[in-house]
């Protein structure tokens, strides 16, 4: 593998944020190299281009450096809370965008075919990575295509369920069962990780 | 909604996809101390933050990181900074739209954010609760803040040693105004709780209308009623611990004043101080069997036009039909008149009359009131000396148990 390839991002440990929320930089350094794969993918989804995510994610990791002391461990991991933060502060920016009549993305009228799974995924990277994308990507591949969808609309996108259920043309009870029992099915696939995260022993 | 209904929400709202209305309902109930919801919630949010591990991954830039840094070193974005409002990067975005800095926090997610300022910080006199620590715990914050100051209210109580009956009731006493305190300080806090739930919905909400004027008007018309029930909420507290001072502030006189007629009684002076002693000696136990008794009921009298200052409360104790009220503010008595205070069940009965001391403040204690359940309201008028059967003149002080 090449220096560039993508590193596996694991969890990060309490203590290198409570090093970062004292001004440590070497540990924001050591933070940044753990979560910045994913936290990038995650901003390149939402909000489509390359420069504008780098940009966000520059951002949002100043946040985070500003406001580490805030972090309280009782509320979830710090990936979690690095994860909630970057998805909040992307999807402001579309719809900040949105609001000023640009066109963001390529999708907002046609529903997007669900890519919320590596499609090609290839065996290499499967391989490579760790049990916690094995165990998501495997979760949500189980998931009906019409469930995946609605998770992928609310998660990356923002939308509401009001909202979906405008946007697909369908009934909006039919869009809150769809989200329940996807939910249901996502927390009860990834329990053994977030058990793990909630400190709950096997 | 009820709690199966809220429980059915929780996978969409740690989604981030209820609608706002339903969020603000949802965060009351957290608020409120639902255990299996957050216990549920936890769990939801957890799966959520896990979706990005299943995109492709990609590698960001690779000058990203020494801009991260570089622009770490601004003096800004120092971590012991209190500033938090605006990111202090000293690189520019060419591709945000300007206004993206004030409506930022738009987003519906109902994760524990880091906490970001409300578009328009609330007046001052509400920021000393919005503190962080405050939100974090509130019930017990609350509570240690009123305990020191019940603790000094029952010190007070130390001296009121009068007769060995009283002596025995005072424990009670202590208890019953204990609890009383602290009921209210719990309402405080329940206000206080929903107004904060309410606050942060409120917040998203007018981030999400900056489109619309309008909509901001109607949003911030709002943020204000939210604010004087907040606000409204504290003075009622305040004016209960004041009327409790009162009340401490009566015994003692009344101890004094028996002291004293206990000493007449004891030297066997004349008939007229044996019956003073035992009217304010009757007066003194029933004021305890009431504010001591854990059935009290208690009811909040608002100024009306004529007397927009004043206020009252009244306690009434449904076993013995007793109560003891207390008013604050009125206007001084014009020559002639007197204060009425009405019962009023399908027609108003006088519950008695009252004159202000020097600090305003008015006390009656009531007898044979009617059965609790048929009052219907309490108000107080002003009447020729001596009172009348009936109401006549303006009403000054009115309210419902």
């Not at chain 1, 390149?44 to 420069?51: D, E, N, Q, T, Y």
């Not at chain 1, 029992?181 to 058990?195: F, I, N, T, V, Y």
């Amino acid at each position: 593998m090449d220096a560039l390839s993508p590193k596996n991002p694991s969890t990060v440990d309490h203590t290198l944020l409570a090093r970062v929320a004292k001004g440590d930089q070497e540990a924001f350094e050591r933070l940044y190299e753990q979560t910045s794969s994913l936290l990038y993918s995650l901003v390149l989804r939402i909000v489509g281009k390359p420069a504008d995510a780098a940009d966000l994610l520059q951002e949002v990791y100043l946040e985070a450096w500003r406001k580490a002391s805030n972090y309280d461990t009782a509320r979830g991991t710090p990936m979690a809370w690095l994860v909630t933060l970057a998805r909040s502060r992307a999807i402001d920016w579309v719809r900040a965008l949105t609001a000023r009549g640009k066109d963001v993305t390529a999708s907002l009228d046609d529903t997007p075919a669900s890519d919320l799974i590596a499609q090609n995924a290839d065996a290499l990277d499967i391989r490579a990575a760790n049990e916690r994308q094995v165990l998501v990507r495997a979760s949500l591949k189980s998931l009906p295509p019409v469930q995946q969808q609605v998770i992928e609309l609310a998660f990356y996108e923002g939308l509401t369920h009001a909202e979906i259920s405008e946007r697909l043309h369908v009934p909006l009870g039919t869009i809150k069962t769809r989200i329940r029992l996807a939910m249901e099915k996502l927390r009860d696939g990834l329990q053994p990780l977030w058990e793990e995260e909630l400190g709950i022993p096997n | 909604m009820n709690h199966e209904q809220l429980e059915e929400n929780l996978s969409l709202y740690a989604l981030g996809a209820l609608d706002p209305d339903s969020v603000r309902e949802m965060e009351q109930h957290l608020a409120a101390g639902c255990s299996a919801c957050s216990i549920l919630l936890q769990q939801y949010k957890a799966a959520v933050t896990m979706l990005p591990y299943a995109l492709p991954l990609q590698t960001p830039p690779p000058t990203l990181k020494s801009r991260i840094m570089t622009a770490l070193s601004g003096p800004a974005a120092s971590t012991t900074s209190a500033r938090t409002d605006i990111p202090a990067s000293p690189v520019p975005i060419p591709t945000a739209p300007p206004d993206l800095v004030s409506p930022r926090s738009f987003s519906r997610i109902p994760q524990d954010l880091p906490e970001r300022p409300a578009p328009q910080p609330l007046p001052s006199r509400s920021e000393s609760l919005t503190r962080q620590e405050q939100l974090r715990a509130a019930s017990p914050a609350l509570a240690n803040v009123l305990e020191p100051l019940l603790k000094r209210l029952l010190r007070r109580n130390e001296f009121l040693t009068w007769r060995e009956q009283l002596k025995a009731a005072s424990p009670a006493l202590a208890t019953a105004l204990g609890a009383l305190l602290l009921g209210v300080g719990g309402y405080a806090v329940h206000q206080y709780n929903t107004f904060e739930a309410e606050r942060t919905a409120t917040a998203r909400d007018r981030a999400e209308a900056a489109k619309s004027k309008l909509e901001i008007a109607d949003l911030k018309s709002q943020l204000e009623d939210k604010q004087a029930a907040l606000t409204k909420a504290t003075d009622e507290l305040k004016r209960t611990v004041e009327a409790l001072g009162t009340t401490r502030e009566q015994l003692a006189r009344h101890q004094e004043q028996i002291t004293t007629l206990q000493a007449q009684l004891k030297t066997g002076r004349g008939s007229k101080g044996r019956k003073g002693a035992e009217v304010l000696l009757a007066g003194g136990e029933d004021l305890l069997r009431i504010l001591s008794s854990p059935t009290a009921k208690m009811a909040d009298l608002h100024g009306t036009d004529a007397a927009k200052d004043a206020y009252a409360l009244v306690f009434v104790e449904p076993e013995t039909r007793r109560g003891f009220f207390y008013a604050n503010n009125l206007p001084s008595l014009p020559a002639g008149k007197t204060y009425q205070l009405w019962v009023i069940t399908d027609k108003p009965i006088s519950a008695g009359m009252f004159t202000l001391d020097h600090g305003h403040k008015g006390r009656l204690l009531m007898r044979d009131l009617p059965v609790v359940r048929r009052i219907k309201k309490f108000t107080v008028s002003l009447e020729p000396e001596g009172g009348l059967p009936q109401p006549t003149g303006s009403i000054y002080l009115a309210g419902k148990p």
